[in-house]
């Protein structure tokens, strides 16, 4: 069973950055998405990249955040830049086993145990 493990979480005033990132050892050719979740808000797939390197971001974050990926180290970042409140929510390391492409997709195979982002003053 794949094992994800994100780091790098906390809180960051609005217009900070934050880095996150999440280890998926040897799973390095799935795609690799963040996923965040609100309370009281709808799931959202934040961002994902496959091995080729294609991305996707949501339009909310879009500009403002940067996915990228290791595949040597199995690893995957996410920078957050700009972050605003909305932004604040769990955010969920995932790997996806039955595509080889990105999309805003919340269904993942395997899920990291989730990380706290708070954006606030």
């Known amino acids: 069973q794949l094992q994800l493990v994100e780091s790098g979480g906390g809180l960051a005033q609005p217009g900070g950055s934050l880095r996150l990132s999440c280890t998926a050892p040897?799973?390095?050719?799935?795609?690799l998405g963040w996923v965040r979740q609100a309370p009281g808000k709808e799931r959202e797939g934040v961002s994902c990249?496959?091995?080729?390197?294609?991305?996707y971001y949501a339009d909310s974050v879009k500009g403002r955040f940067t996915i990228s990926r290791d595949n040597v180290r199995n690893t995957v970042y996410l920078q957050m830049n700009n972050l605003e409140p909305e932004d604040t929510a769990v955010y969920y390391c995932?790997?996806?086993?039955?595509?080889?492409?990105?999309?805003?997709?919340?269904?993942?195979?395997?899920w990291g145990q989730g990380i706290q982002v708070t954006v606030s003053k």
């Open positions: 995932a790997a996806d086993k039955r595509s080889f492409y990105c999309s805003g997709t919340v269904l993942y195979d395997y």
């Open positions: 040897g799973q390095e050719h799935y795609p």
């Open positions: 990249i496959n091995f080729e390197g294609y991305t």
